[in-house]
């Protein structure tokens, strides 16, 4: 049995082709037993994904048009018949829509839209479906009711960076050189700053100089002329654009035996490093992340007020789903480090 069809007027954000997005009215695919729909609360921007998309330079096939958006938090307003874990009124991260039925559209992720489906993958995994239906869907994590879902927008980036960093192995008394001052960068930093890192030092933009220090960057050099002091070099260094270049650049950064990880994607084929340029031997971190391994402990550290939204996003001011274009305009000039987007009028 699945879910009722509701009569909805979905409206997305969906990127029609390369350089051509706007909102419209979609088809609500079926939900199935183990779907909950949701509607959409708040969505935030993500400055590389979503550029790249839109400008069809994504470094891995895409299928337009599709429907923008992958940090979204939504609220659950109905359960399929063999959803366990999921209830109504529960929020619930990462909910975008699912791909349409009629192959009219596709989904990266989906998550610019008023409604969308979480499933629940604890059940599924439980009746002993196989991994690949369920896998895909860990990041659909319920969140508690006290925490601000427009806040809760950050917990997709932060628990992508948070896991990252901590599978790199940053921990106390490490030296990190973050390359980057965007939502990825400054995420960065903030974690390695309470997993201990002794020395933190970031290269970015001059507009991002004082939200770096706010969230514990320590020494910081403007892209464009500065340089970050060598000292007695970086533990670890994380390119958090991927510009051609980039990487290799900072290897000289690098102590002996330290640690390089590439997260950007800007020049994804084209970034290459020379090894020779290190000082020593080095390591290529390529372990990538798995953002629901790290949910509860990006929650605890919201809770106790480590990681602050506000450095981030302007809680003030959350652009309409109509205003999506506008968002991506602030993004990439640099007004703000990610948008705040309100999906629906839940």
Known sequence: MTLE??????????IESPGELRVREVALPAPGDYDALCVLLYGATCSGTDQHLIAGRFPWPVDYPTVLGHESIGRVIQVGSRVRYLRVGDLVTR????????????????GFATHGI??????????????????PYRIHQVIPTGIDPAKATMMITWRET???VT???????????????????????????????????????????????????????????????????????????GKAGTADGALGLLKPGGTLGVYGIDDYEQCHI???????????YGGGYDESETHHRVLALMQVGHLRAEHWLDLDHAYSLQEIQLAID??????????LVKLSDD
């Open 330 to 339: 602030a993004v990439r000039t640099r007004q703000v480090v990610k948008a």
């Open 274 to 284: 020379h090894p020779h340029r290190a000082p020593g031997t080095l390591r290529v």
């Open 5 to 14: 069809h509701p009569d909805l007027t979905v409206r997305a954000a969906v």
């Open 162 to 164: 948070l896991s990252y």
């Open 118 to 135: 979480a499933r629940d993958h604890r059940a599924m995994r439980e009746d002993g479906l196989d991994a690949a239906l369920w896998r």
């Open 167 to 241: 599978r790199m192995g940053i921990g106390p008394g490490a030296n990190v050189l973050v390359v980057g001052s965007g939502g990825n960068g400054l995420s960065f930093a903030a974690h390695a700053a309470h997993l201990g890192a002794a020395r933190i030092a970031m290269v970015g933009s001059e507009t991002r100089r004082p939200v770096a220090h706010a969230v514990g960057v320590q020494e910081y050099a403007d892209y464009r002329g500065e340089t970050i002091d060598r000292g007695d070099r970086f533990d670890f260094v994380i390119d958090a654009v």
């Open 95 to 110: 909910v975008g829509l699912l791909p349409a039925d009629d192959r009219s559209y596709a989904v990266n992720w989906g």
